[in-house]
Nanobody, 124 residues
């Protein structure tokens, strides 16, 4: 099994930054493609970003390209999401995910494992 624990969410003003962390544990977790999804109130969960096990390949939703950066440290079994230039529409519960299958379009991507989520609120 894979266990994912997110941290780093909070309240920030528009234009500000936050960094989310996801600590992963479990068998062979460092070999999984990992990433982040988010779910805003009244909306479906959507893909945000993903990174290959080696870190060589990254994938982003168009809505966050140029503002968010995903990275990972396999020695620490941790994935990060640096979020800059945050907007009120980024407000959502952010979920760490593992075992991500990248789809076309990328917003249709799916994951096998999920964390409990961390709230990100961006005030205007």
């Amino acid at each position: 099994q894979v266990r994912l624990v997110e941290s780093g969410g909070g309240l920030v003003q528009a234009g500000g930054s936050l960094r989310l962390s996801c600590a992963a544990s479990g068998r062979t977790v460092s070999t999984y493609r990992m990433g982040w999804f988010r779910q805003a109130p009244g909306k479906e969960r959507e893909f945000v970003a993903a990174i290959s096990w080696s870190g060589a390949n990254t994938y982003y939703a168009d809505s966050v390209k140029g503002r968010f950066t995903i990275s990972r440290d396999n020695a620490k079994n941790t994935v990060y999401l640096q979020m800059n230039s945050l907007k009120p529409e980024d407000t959502a519960v952010y979920y760490c995910a593992a075992g991500i299958t990248i789809a076309t379009p990328v917003l249709a991507s799916r994951a096998d494992y999920w964390g409990q989520g961390t709230q990100v609120t961006v005030s205007s």
